[in-house]
């Protein structure tokens, strides 16, 4: 568990990292203009050099500025290409989202086992911060050589509106099929945005899965020689690390 805490804080930190390059400087001016750009050279007490996001370069005496901050750029909160029409696409962060997911895990716990899944989820992203849907996976077992498909509720919330974003993700449902019981995945990844219309996302979670085990006692009678089997069933907690995969559109 030590160890998956410490895997957990590692993805966080360096997505925030690297989400953090999407910094610029902005320069505010006396007269009240404000320029927002990459700051190429500054002369201390003298000039200032910047060149914004057109590519304009503009040169300004110290004694015009006001104060010189940084703030997220948003030319590269969202992705943005220019359609056959010559217009701007960029990523929707409102409206209808699909997910599709594949990954698998290695069992922890007692009752751990090895799985494979594969899940599609459908829902709404509310604001570039906040999404909520529903969906339906199957997950294969394979100690267990039991197929779960959890039918789930899904929320994700994203840290920040970049072209790369740490998430936080929590799927909460009930699994029918082979095996039956209560489904819960909570998980953290990051989402990197390859085109205006997919994002690309990796996660690791876990994947916990409630449901009969069924248990069986061989007995043997020395005396008379026979021999008998007695089952039973036993509400368990199937637990694993799940890493994922998945596509967003």
């Not at 996001?53 to 969202?78: A, C």
Request: proline content about 3%; hydrophobic content about 40%.
């Amino acid at each position: 568990m030590k160890r998956l805490i410490f895997v957990i804080c590692a993805i966080l930190c360096s997505s925030l990292f690297v989400s953090a390059k999407d910094f610029r400087e902005v320069v505010y001016l006396k007269n009240g203009s404000i320029i927002k750009g990459i700051i190429l050279e500054q002369i201390p007490n003298e000039t200032i050099k910047i060149e914004t996001s057109d590519g304009s370069v503009w040169v300004f005496q110290m004694s015009e500025v006001l104060k010189i901050t940084k703030e997220f750029s948003s030319r590269n909160s969202t992705m943005r290409m220019k359609n056959r029409h010559g217009e701007k696409d960029e990523f929707k962060t409102n409206g209808y989202k699909g997910f599709v997911d594949v990954g698998g895990a290695f069992g922890v716990g007692t009752y751990g086992d090895g799985l494979v899944s594969v899940s599609s989820t459908h829902g709404y992203q509310f604001n570039p911060y906040f999404f909520l849907g529903a969906g339906v996976g199957v997950n294969y077992h394979f100690n267990w050589s039991t197929v779960f498909i959890p039918v789930y509720a899904d929320a994700r919330g994203y840290f920040m509106n970049n072209d790369i974003a740490p998430f936080i993700g929590l799927k909460v449902g009930y699994s029918v099929f082979d095996g039956m019981g209560f489904y819960f995945n909570p998980s953290v990844g990051v989402r990197f945005i390859a085109t205006p219309k997919l994002g690309l996302n990796l996660s690791i979670g876990y994947n916990m899965q409630r449901t009969d085990i069924t248990f069986r006692q061989y007995y043997y009678n020395p005396r008379t020689h026979d021999s008998y089997v007695n089952s039973y069933d036993e509400r368990n907690t199937i637990g694993g690390v799940m890493f994922k995969l998945g596509f967003e559109f």
